[in-house]
């Protein structure tokens, strides 16, 4: 089993519409976590990051983090096609240490 | 600010040759700077993280004669890649994070390695 799962999609929603992209872990110790954003040959761009469980909104982004459920969301709002792109989740157990990363979640948002 | 650059982009090579591919961080001191891959529709594996004027410290699986990482300067990571086969072909990607937030890694726009 990996450590975290996260489905690669292709997910694909209209223009608007609210978009849900999920990771769930194994590794109870995790303690941060971080969504980033991967467009195509590029570098991953940190969106959101959450220490421990609990909610963040950034604009259009929401993270949630269920460490009971060892489970992490990360919604858009009024998704964009300017928002189609790959989203790694990661998170790690200890402050600075690697991260470990989901498979990425392919996200289209057609026009 | 936290912007790291990577050079060159791209790079064809032929088999058996060395390929130097250097992390630069523009505007922060990256204490630490970690060299990942990442496969065609795949995560990133994370390769090695070196801490400046440190030796790197490898993944399981990662041969560090074969993957060369030097930190030298705390705004400069290099990976070479001795005697380059086919297989070696990915993306690489390094990330760099500061004293001042460890927590956060910022990543370099990545190096794209063809090897013949």
């Known amino acids: 089993q990996k450590e975290v799962e996260q489905d690669p999609g292709p997910l694909s929603v209209p223009e608007g519409a609210i978009v849900s992209l999920n990771c769930t872990y194994s590794n109870s110790a995790f303690q941060y976590f971080m969504w980033y954003r991967q467009y195509s040959r590029k570098g991953p761009e940190l969106l959101m990051y959450?220490?421990?469980?609990g909610n963040k909104e950034d604009g259009r982004f929401t993270a949630q983090v269920d460490k009971s459920s060892k489970y992490i969301s990360l919604f858009i709002r009024d998704s964009q096609p300017s928002d189609s792109a790959t989203y790694l989740c990661a998170m790690s157990a200890e402050y600075g240490n690697k991260l470990v990363f989901g498979a990425g979640t392919i996200l289209r948002v057609k026009s | 600010g936290a912007v790291v650059s990577q050079h060159p982009s791209w790079v064809i090579c032929k088999s058996g040759t060395s390929v130097k591919i250097e992390c630069r961080s523009l505007?922060?001191?990256?204490?630490?700077m970690f060299w990942y891959r990442q496969f065609p529709k795949q995560s990133l594996m994370l390769m090695a993280t070196s801490n400046e004027g440190s030796k790197a410290t490898y993944e399981q699986g990662v041969e560090k004669d074969k993957f060369l990482i030097n930190h030298a300067s705390l705004t400069l990571s290099t990976l070479t890649v001795t005697s380059a086969h086919p297989e070696d072909s990915s993306f690489y990607i390094c990330?760099?994070?500061?004293?001042?937030?460890?927590?956060?890694?910022?990543f370099g726009p990545g190096t794209r390695l063809t090897v013949l």
């Open positions: 505007d922060f001191q990256a204490t630490t």
């Open positions: 959450t220490y421990s469980s």
């Open positions: 990330s760099a994070s500061s004293q001042r937030e460890i927590d956060t890694q910022y």
